[in-house]
């Protein structure tokens, strides 16, 4: 009792619609981020009445968005926004060197 699943067995069941729960215990991840991703938008549930739930075609579609590469590209130096701050940097610099 209260031993969970395998994988198998959830699998082979297959329903159409998945409960928040069921969906956090396939993708491995708990139900509160779950949630998180749905107020996000990046999860995409349908409501019956006042239940919501989760189709396993969005799940699937939301992993596969989790696989594809970014498309924003690093600076050739690998970090982001790296000269903007050194350029405060100096500006803030040259301030105090010209009330001095």
């Known amino acids: 009792m209260g031993d969970p699943k395998p994988l198998q067995d959830v699998l082979a069941c297959s329903p159409l619609l998945l409960t928040p729960e069921e969906a956090a215990t396939l993708l491995r991840i708990g139900r509160t ?3 998180a991703l749905m107020k996000a938008g990046d999860l995409r549930p349908v409501h019956i009445g006042r239940s919501c739930r989760l189709p ?8 596969r968005c989790l696989e594809t590469p970014s498309d924003i590209a ?3 130096t690998g970090h982001f926004g790296t000269a903007r701050s050194s350029g405060r940097r100096i500006d803030a610099t040259r301030r105090g060197m010209s009330s001095q």
Do not use: G, H, N, W
């Open 33 to 35: 981020t779950i949630y």
């Open 56 to 63: 396993r075609a969005e799940l699937e579609r939301y992993v």
């Open 74 to 76: 690093p600076s050739p």
